[in-house]
């Protein structure tokens, strides 16, 4: 069994700063990549940013004002945002890519943690 746990949501006015912070644990052989999606009412969930041993990437929407970063000794992962914006609200979901110790790899998704900017 393997869990993905999300905090560091709320609500902050526009121009504000939040960490989001996700832990895996669980029956995990190896982590092969880390990410953040989310999901505003109404809209598909979309992209915004993943770390792998290949490099990082980034929605062109949060480029320059989110970072994403990893501690691969606790298996977690962090997204750093500053300057947000009303667009930003939605729900964010962690996701990783792993192999289990049985040796069965496939996509995880955290729960969701809620981002309101709003004034």
């Known amino acids: 069994q393997v869990q993905l746990v999300e905090s560091g949501g709320g609500l902050v006015q526009p121009g504000g700063s939040l960490r989001l912070s996700c832990a895996a644990s669980?029956?995990?052989?190896?982590?092969?990549?880390m990410g953040w999606y989310r999901q505003a009412p109404g809209k598909q969930r979309e992209l915004v940013a993943t770390i792998t041993d290949g490099g990082i990437n980034y929605a062109d929407s949060v480029k320059g004002r989110f970072t994403i970063s990893r501690d691969n000794a606790k298996n977690m992962v962090y997204l750093h945002m500053n300057s947000l914006k009303p667009e930003d609200t939605a729900v964010y979901h962690c996701?990783?890519?792993?192999?289990?110790?049985?040796?069965?790899?496939?996509?995880?998704w955290g729960q969701g943690t809620q981002v309101t900017v709003s004034s």
């Open positions: 669980g029956s995990i052989f190896a982590i092969y990549a």
């Open positions: 996701n990783t890519r792993l192999a289990t110790m049985l040796g069965y790899e496939s996509d995880y």
